[in-house]
């Protein structure tokens, strides 16, 4: 699915990464453009909650959950765990996460053992059920090559918002890991790990995304799902430059 969506088509926006529940609390609406284009984007949930209101999306929003590695501290590890692999057997979600490591800021640092242990349950489930994953890594990114050999066996996986160079995507991928590596608003941040991923990287790796409403540029409250248009924008952008 994610090979499909690489491909760069403004009458067909993609949007690797947002969160319905949260936008629709903020009265964030699905995107309509006027020029016909057509949209569709992956959406995560990180609770019961959420997800109730995320699966009551139309189609054209592509369901995931996971057990994020921010809420590590508070997760009630064995409920949220049972309750992903429900949601998998019912054939509810297309991924498993946000999953991964965060090692921001000391707080999640101290978590760091939570993390681990939440993110092999999903791995495994992953491999299990041959879900693709989506990945959340922050100052964690040696995670990714110690977990290299389980991630190759998965049929796709997202890394979202990913913050490495160039170099260390390009070795995930000679690992044999069937990656795609989605950037948004850092892009026009001027990011300059960002800008050099998506002006060196194979362009059917790189999507675009919003992490709406979240990932918010200086003087905005949040991210609009139409913002689509400037990350794709910027990325057609460095394509050709």
Same mark, same amino acid.
């Given at each position: ?55 009551t ?39 498993i996460? &946000?999953?991964g !490591?965060?090692? #921001?800021s000391? @707080?999640?640092?101290?978590? $760091?053992? /939570?993390?681990? %242990?939440i993110? *092999?349950?999903?791995?495994?489930l ?29 049929? &796709?996986?997202? !890394?979202?918002? #990913?913050?490495? @160079?160039?170099?260390?995507? $390009?070795? /995930?991928?000679? %690992?044999?890991? *069937? ?22 990287l194979p362009?059917?790796?790189i ?30 952008k460095?394509?050709?430059?």
């Open positions: 699915m994610l090979e499909k969506n690489a491909k760069k088509d403004k009458k067909n926006l993609f949007d690797a990464h947002f969160h319905y529940a949260v936008c629709r609390e903020l009265g964030i609406e699905l995107p309509v453009f006027e020029d016909g284009s057509k949209w569709q984007g992956i959406s995560c949930a990180h609770s019961k909650n959420e997800f109730e209101i995320q699966k999306a139309p189609s054209s929003v592509i369901q995931s959950y996971g057990l994020h590695p921010q809420n590590a501290a508070y997760e009630n590890i064995r409920e949220s765990a049972e309750y992903l692999e429900s949601i998998i057997q019912k054939n509810l979600i297309a991924f996460g &946000e999953a !490591f965060d090692f #921001f000391e @707080p999640f640092k101290n978590t $760091a053992d /939570l993390q681990e %242990k993110w *092999n349950i999903q791995l495994e992953a491999l299990s059920y041959k879900l693709p994953l989506v990945i959340h890594c922050r100052k964690a990114n040696h995670k990714l090559f110690e977990y290299s050999k389980q991630l190759r066996l998965l049929p &796709e996986v997202l !890394f979202h918002s #990913f913050m490495g @160079p160039p170099s260390e995507a $390009a070795s /995930l991928l000679k %690992k044999g890991i *069937n990656g795609y590596f989605s950037f948004g608003k850092q892009l026009l941040n001027g990011n300059k790990k960002v800008i050099a991923c998506v002006k060196e362009s059917e790796r999507l675009a995304e919003t992490d709406a409403p979240f990932q918010t540029l200086k003087g905005e409250k949040y991210t609009d799902l139409k913002d689509i248009i400037k990350v794709y924008d910027e990325i057609t460095l394509a050709k430059s």
